[in-house]
């Protein structure tokens, strides 16, 4: 179902394949997306910069600057514009390296059409989504949520978090005490239908261990349920 015009979402496409470029441009436009584009990471980082965009798509092999450079130092600019990054099929590393330096999503190239607007509707989706009444700031330990800034701290000093990271802290802050599934984290956080890429979940819920807990081989906020899912605990007993 293509967007309200009166309503434009803008989308940054990434890459250096002129081809994909035209492809992927003319796809999102006509689901109603504004689309604009940069070849190469220097480019990319001054666009994005503005933070006048809903989402970016970034390739990882780029000229001048490579997708990780991009998404760090946006990150580092504190830019919370959610990113999915495309990675080479296969490349583990890369898709790893992609949820440290603070992208939401990844897709492996090659991939079908229908996929990748899933993934671009999902995570527009779910960042978008009304919370509803809550207070302004949360603490758990060392740590400091304010959901207005979309801002976390960990002992008064900033952590660098990805849309995703946030949204799913957000999550487990909200089910606090209870057990969820990967299945429900995908549904609600990802808003996938299909009980797919759990170990997506897996990822992201590592990366808020590595950023969040004292000791992250042992922690004691975010528990994993065996055969089960995670809960979040406040204040460890």
Not at 110 to 134: C, I, K
Request: hydrophobic share 40%.
């Amino acid at each position: 179902m293509k967007r309200r015009a009166s309503l434009p979402l803008r989308i940054l496409l990434v890459e250096d394949e002129t081809g994909l470029v035209l492809t992927l441009t003319d796809l999102l436009r006509s689901e109603g997306y504004q689309v604009e584009s940069a070849g190469d990471g220097e480019d990319a980082l001054e666009l994005a910069s503005s933070g006048s965009f809903n989402l970016i798509i970034l390739d990882v092999m780029l000229p001048r600057k490579d997708g990780f450079e991009v998404c760090r130092a946006l990150r580092r600019r504190s830019i919370h514009t959610p990113i999915i990054m495309l990675t080479a099929r296969g490349q583990v590393a890369d898709k790893v390296t992609g949820l440290k330096v603070g992208a939401d999503d990844y897709l492996a190239k090659p991939f079908e059409s229908s996929e990748l607007l899933a993934r671009v509707e999902a995570l527009l989706r779910r960042v978008s989504a009304p919370r509803g009444n809550r207070e302004e700031t949360y603490r758990f330990g060392s740590v400091r949520v304010d959901f207005r800034r979309t801002a976390v701290e960990r002992s008064a000093k900033p952590v660098e978090m990805s849309a995703r990271e946030f949204e799913l802290l957000t999550y487990f802050i909200e089910q606090q005490g209870n057990t969820v599934s990967r299945e429900e984290l995908l549904r609600q956080v990802w808003g996938y239908d299909a009980a797919t890429l759990t170990r997506t979940v897996d990822a992201h819920v590592w990366m808020l261990r590595q950023k969040l807990e004292e000791d992250p081989q042992n922690p004691r906020h975010f528990i994993t349920v065996r055969g089960l899912g995670y809960k979040f605990i406040e204040s460890p007993a």
